[in-house]
């Protein structure tokens, strides 16, 4: 049966960034930096740094204390750290961040709290902490 057969090749979910979906669920807290590819979206409580995806969500009821980095960032929960979207970042109606953002591109709809700085480039996130920082309500 070609189930059991030792040459039949497991597609790795990690060749393709997009394929990998990493969830920490409403009620779950988890302490120590957090780094993988994809998509990562946070609806529990993280305590340390989230880096390396594609995409990351904190949802209405997610927490993350420490720094966020991503391709894109769509927070809609609370983040007490730096937030940087290397393309882009959006601040839904319910959230709340505590510290600096760094992007290319931003979304803030109505009712979104930055207490922080907002820097702002058309280049790659790496390149943005060199520019000069608008101050927004301190």
Do not use: C, W, Y
Request: hydrophobic share 40%; glycine share 14%; net charge negative.
């Amino acid at each position: 049966m070609a189930i059991f057969n030792k040459d039949t090749k497991v597609p790795d979910p990690r060749a393709s960034g997009d394929a990998v979906l990493s969830i920490i669920a409403a009620g779950m807290h988890f302490v120590g930096d957090l780094e993988g590819p994809g998509l990562i979206k946070i609806d529990g409580r993280i305590e340390g740094s989230i880096s390396g995806a594609r995409q990351i969500i904190v949802g209405r009821d997610g927490s993350v204390r420490g720094n966020v980095h991503a391709t894109e960032v769509i927070l809609a929960g609370s983040v007490d750290g730096t937030v940087i979207g290397n393309e882009r970042v959006e601040l839904q109606g319910t959230a709340t961040l505590n510290g600096d953002l760094h992007t290319r591109l931003i979304v803030v709809n109505e009712g979104a709290r930055i207490n922080g700085t907002v820097r702002m480039s058309e280049a790659s996130g790496a390149d943005v902490a060199d520019r000069p920082a608008v101050q927004v309500m301190r």
